[in-house]
């Protein structure tokens, strides 16, 4: 049996009071709180280990590249990759998406080709597709969600074709909570010649995720969401791939030889990691990723299941509240509106309650158009979360509705 309130003393900012109210955090989509040892860690690193990695001889910088491979080594495992290398640290997952858009979309798509992308992205797994397609005279194409937010995989076949060069699609929409059936799309795909990149920003926290099972080509996501520090986040990439991919970024560390006649690159993942890498970022989603693996990840997920089903049925009792995303089997993130109230007044009077929802268009525009809105409010629960935290969620829209109207 899960213990949340146990689990909640590792977040110090749990403790915290807002409009002098106990704080009730439910925006983890957007961002996840950090466990004591991972501010801890991340403070250590400033203040016993800051040395730059990869470039001295000198004993600070060769422990602290010693603590960074060994990030490299347990993201590596928690997320099933074959070995080390295939793991390229980044910013973030906007930047581990943009770096396959520019770096291999600039190799391997050209004029008449066509990329595929779902209609429930995050727009950083949507806008770098069709800037590469408008740089290339690519053609774009959509892959439809239905009103209950299941992705329409069956409406896959017509639009791939021997010209299709790529497939981006989510583990878990940001916005709806579906979980796409990434392995028909990625066995399809395949199929038909192109490549599959999953955007795992949520995926990798609800459920989690094994890359050499699932088969995807690339995965991207960010630290600040898994619990880690912000400023890092992870690209991995089959290691044929990422071989023969060129650098995107360059500059310092990523190289071998250079010289004004020549340059050549060092092997990956390095060739990847121009410059000066977040590597206090990436120890610090190391830890994040340790704390995480004392947990058995089902218990997480069946905790997060229980909070989803109690925040539907509340919610669902509120006269004139629609609930948007209904797939079988979505994960624990919970959008909404109500009739005749917009979204902005009613995340603000939660908010005044000590309530953080999410509101607006969730960087999902798309989804919006779909639905007719310009925007939704957003509940995302993590491991801990509470019942009595969804019930005051439930009892704060009612509040709210009721002022509002
Ligand atoms: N993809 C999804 C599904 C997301 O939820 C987010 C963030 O909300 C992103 C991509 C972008 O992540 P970041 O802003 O950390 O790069």
Redesign the pocket.
């Known amino acids: 049996m899960w213990n949340a309130a146990e689990v909640r003393r590792d977040f110090p900012i749990l403790e915290r009071r807002v409009y002098e109210k106990p704080l009730i955090y439910l925006d983890s989509?957007?961002t996840a709180q950090k466990p004591a040892c991972v501010i801890e860690t991340v403070d250590r690193l400033h203040r016993e280990w800051n040395a730059n990695i990869h470039r001295g001889v000198h004993y600070l910088s060769e422990e602290v590249t010693t603590m960074y491979e060994a990030a490299r080594e347990r993201i590596a495992r928690y997320i099933g990759a074959a070995a080390k290398e295939e793991i390229v640290f980044t910013a973030?997952?906007?930047?581990s998406l943009n770096t396959v858009a520019y770096a291999w979309g600039e190799r391997f798509v050209g004029a008449g080709d066509n990329i595929v992308v779902s209609e429930m992205e995050?727009h950083?797994?949507i806008i770098p597709w069709q800037l590469l397609a408008e740089r290339k005279g690519a053609e774009l194409r959509v892959l439809p969600f239905d009103d209950e937010g299941r992705l329409m995989t069956e409406k896959l076949d017509g639009l791939l074709d021997g010209r299709t060069r790529v497939v981006a699609v989510?583990q878990?929409?940001?916005t709806l909570g579906t979980r796409p059936d990434l392995e028909y799309v990625i066995a399809r795909a395949h199929r038909a010649g192109a490549i599959v990149v999953v955007?795992g920003?949520?995926g990798v926290v609800h459920g989690g995720v094994d890359v050499a099972r699932l088969d995807c080509d690339f995965y991207a996501f960010?630290g600040?969401?898994l619990y880690g520090p912000t400023g890092v986040?992870v690209l991995y990439g089959k290691r044929a791939l990422l071989e023969e991919m060129p650098p995107f970024l360059s500059g310092g560390d990523m190289v071998d030889r250079v010289s004004f006649a020549k340059t050549t690159f060092a092997p990956v993942p390095l060739k990847f990691e121009a410059g000066t890498s977040n590597f206090i970022g990436a120890i610090g989603l190391g830890e994040a990723v340790r704390y995480l693996e004392r947990f058995d990840s089902a218990e997480i997920e069946a905790h997060e299941t229980a909070l989803l089903v109690r925040a539907t049925e509340e919610l669902q009792r509120i006269p004139g509240l629609r609930i948007y995303g209904t797939a079988p089997g979505k994960c624990a993130i919970v959008s909404f509106n109500v009739e005749g109230v917009h979204p902005y007044d009613l995340g603000m009077i939660l908010d005044k309650l000590g309530i953080a929802v999410r509101t607006g268009h969730h960087?999902a525009e798309p989804v919006m158009t779909h639905y007719g809105v310009t925007g939704m409010c957003r509940a995302s629960f993590a491991l801990y979360n509470t019942p009595e935290e969804v019930d005051a969620l439930a009892a704060g829209v009612e509040r709210a509705v009721r002022m509002l109207r």
């Not at 973030?92 to 930047?95: F, N």
């Open positions: 989509g957007a973030g997952a906007t930047a995050h950083s797994n989510t878990v929409s940001n955007d920003c949520q960010s600040h969401k986040g960087c």
